[in-house]
């Protein structure tokens, strides 16, 4: 290709092409011009591309040379943990599900209570999804249960935030109110059992075994919450204002 055409348009070159050969038409510009569009957008897609696998291969190297955590908080955290869930109906799976969560765990059963609401709400999401497709009346109703269920506890962990001044995430003026929250996501999942066994649903062996570990994870919640004082105290905690 001419130099002369590359440089198409510029100031004393497209001076030097009009006198060299005839002035070209605006398809002609078009046509020049596409392939370096074309270029430059994929030089930007590589760009970007090598740039989100930069930031993702830091962030991996940055997770997997995290100093371990030191044997004295691990055991510290599970000793807390196991106290904490042992006020429980379901020790086991209150214990497994905050385990297997990311380090480092805490000792604080305020905390281990809010990482419990969390589970629950994990759980009783991914419930929810195996009768939101459903075009049959009864899970159609257990799903706006299954609703209204989340919603009650999302209104309990957003209530265990920490507002300016605030120390503790539970107060005295809060319990009250996540009691209420959490029994009553409680019963919004019995009440979907229910409704599936009055009106006969073909479904409601596979949902009560779907429910189990949600059902035991909200009454998790609810115990931790009943015995925050006790534990608390047995833990050398500072007391509830």
């Known amino acids: 290709m ?33 392939p370096l569009i074309t270029t430059v957008a994929i030089f930007s897609i590589l ?29 510290n955290s599970a000793d807390s943990l196991k106290t904490v869930c042992n006020v429980t109906r379901y020790p086991e799976s209150c214990f497994s599900s905050i385990s297997n969560l990311t380090s480092p765990k805490p000792t604080d059963p305020e905390a281990i209570f809010k990482l419990s ?29 299954i609703e209204d269920a989340l919603g009650r506890l999302g209104d309990s962990v957003a209530a265990m935030e920490v507002g300016p001044g605030e120390e503790k995430v539970l107060t005295e003026a809060k319990i009250s109110d996540l009691q209420t929250w959490i029994s009553a996501a409680m019963t919004d999942q019995e009440t979907c059992l229910d409704g599936l066994e009055e009106m006969k649903s073909t479904a409601v062996d596979e949902v009560r075994t779907k429910m189990q570990m ?28």
Do not use: W
């Open 2 to 34: 001419d130099p002369i055409n590359v440089f198409k348009g510029y100031g004393k070159v497209e001076n030097l092409e009009d006198q060299s050969q005839p002035r070209n038409t605006n398809a002609s510009i078009a046509r020049t011009r596409k």
């Open 47 to 75: 760009l970007l591309t090598l740039t989100i696998g930069f930031l993702l291969g830091a962030l991996i190297h940055e997770v997997e040379t995290e100093p371990p955590e030191s044997p004295s908080l691990s055991s």
């Open 117 to 145: 609401l969390g589970v629950s709400i994990a759980e009783l999401t991914k419930f929810k999804t195996t009768v939101s497709n459903s075009n049959e009346a009864a899970l159609r109703d257990c799903q706006t249960q």
């Open 214 to 241: 949600s059902r035991e994870y909200t009454s998790n919640c609810l115990a931790i919450l009943a015995n925050i004082h006790t534990l608390l105290d047995k833990l050398h905690m500072s007391p509830l204002h």
